[in-house]
């Protein structure tokens, strides 16, 4: 039987970290598996970043094991606080954010994408390369096409 154990990374490499346990005089593990969604096909990778609080599965000699996960605590607390949202932050500040039925994508950049309503939203420049086909009603109040202005309502 193993024990649970928190600890806060301290290196890392691959899908591998080390782990330093202050409940434990001071105990860095030796390198542990990061548990991941999945590795075949539809795959998935993170890797903690060093000094983040984690939870991990140790057998009960402590020689090997996996981190299960990271946790909020008062040094950086959830991004979001409702039981309908998920919510992900990327280094840069991106965010990726789903509430109710709702999809914003939000670059760094200040580039984003809005999809709620049977609606995408876009705010920011759009490039498309190759053709654009668009079925149903157009609105280009506003709107300059090769330098020619759009009436619209």
């Not at 409940?23 to 983040?52: C, M, N």
């Not at 984690?54 to 981190?67: P, Q």
């Not at 040094?75 to 789903?98: C, E, F, K, L, N």
Request: charge should be negative.
């Amino acid at each position: 039987m193993g024990t649970m154990k928190r600890g806060r990374v301290v290196d890392g490499r691959g899908s591998q970290v080390k782990v330093l346990f202050e409940d434990s005089d001071g105990v860095v593990s030796p390198w542990l598996d990061v548990a991941q969604r999945s590795t075949i096909g539809k795959q998935s990778y993170h890797r903690f970043k060093v000094g983040e609080l984690v939870r991990c599965y140790l057998d009960r000699n402590g020689e090997s094991g996996e981190v299960l996960h990271a946790i909020y605590n008062e040094q950086h607390p959830a991004p979001a606080d409702s039981d309908d949202v998920v919510h992900h932050v990327m280094p840069d500040g991106s965010t990726i954010v789903w509430q109710s039925g709702s999809l914003k994508v939000a670059h760094a950049s200040g580039v984003s994408a809005e999809f709620a309503n049977g609606t995408l939203k876009i705010d920011g420049d759009v490039v498309i390369t190759g053709d654009l086909s668009v079925e149903g009603k157009t609105d280009l109040k506003d709107t300059l096409i090769n330098d020619q202005p759009q009436l619209g309502n």
